[in-house]
Nanobody, 125 residues
Framework: QVQFEESGGGLVEPGGSLRLSCAAS???????????MGWYRQAPGKQRELVAA???????NYLDSVKGRFTISRDNAKKTVYLQMNGLNPEDTAVYYC????????????????WGQGTQVTVSS
């Protein structure tokens, strides 16, 4: 079993910054380094969307609307993925989730069957 635990969300003013963390746990000690990982978000009434992805080779891919503002990174020793979010705007308000699997690309070509609780990001004055 592999679980991902998101943290770091909160309430921020427009233009503010947050850093989200995603810690992997469970039976993943020797395989996290070959997991492609992604950050997803879901706003009320909207579909969940991929925000940023990072491959096992640390190549990255971003949703167009967050390019230049968000940065995804990983620390394999800590089994953790981060999302640095700068220049936040109200459209970024959502619950943010992370997930991934042992895939060679930016994301896995299958539906994930388990998600964590996510972390709420609210951008408001």
């Amino acid at each position: 079993q592999v679980q991902f635990e998101e943290s770091g969300g909160g309430l921020v003013e427009p233009g503010g910054s947050l850093r989200l963390s995603c810690a992997a746990s469970g039976r993943i000690r020797n395989i996290f380094s070959i997991y492609a990982m992604g950050w997803y978000r879901q706003a009320p009434g909207k579909q969940r969307e991929l925000v940023a992805a990072i491959s096992i080779g640390e190549g990255t891919n971003y949703l167009d609307s967050v390019k230049g503002r968000f940065t995804i990174s990983r620390d394999n020793a800590k089994k953790t993925v981060y999302l640095q979010m700068n220049g936040l705007n109200p459209e970024d308000t959502a619950v943010y989730y992370c997930n991934g699997g042992p895939c060679s690309g930016y994301t896995c070509p299958y539906e994930f069957d388990a998600w964590g609780q996510g972390t709420q990001v609210t951008v408001s004055s």
